[in-house]
Nanobody
């Protein structure tokens, strides 16, 4: 019933920027916590950034200073702003979220980000 959908991916040159969106819908009271993950071909899915219910953020060392995670509760949406993109950032990016009143987390379908010249 609860759904998460990512958008905003695409092809960008090294040094460029993209803003990913994650919108939640369904029977929810609000986003409690959210994380962005990515998975490159042949690699395991890894945590890129996360924001807690209290607003604390955490980033993978590889993206610190370049990526910013945010959450807009009234819109039931989360965002990942990616600056100074590198070819190593190429991956499918997934949104994961926990909602108030629910014990389980949910995943979006993913959006492709390709950084290449």
């Amino acid at each position: 019933q609860v759904q998460l959908k990512e958008s905003g991916g695409g092809l960008v040159q090294p040094g460029g920027s993209l803003k990913l969106s994650c919108k939640a819908s369904g029977s929810i009271l609000g986003i409690a916590a959210m994380g962005w993950y990515r998975q490159a071909p042949g690699m395991q899915r890894e945590l890129v950034a996360r924001i807690s219910s209290g607003g604390s953020t955490d980033y993978a060392d590889s993206v610190k200073g370049r990526f910013t995670i945010s959450r807009v509760s009234p819109e039931n949406a989360g965002y990942l702003r990616m600056n100074s993109l590198k070819p190593e950032d190429t991956a499918v990016y997934f949104c994961n979220a926990k909602f108030f009143g629910r014990d389980t987390d949910y995943w979006g379908q993913g959006t492709q980000v390709t950084v290449s010249s």
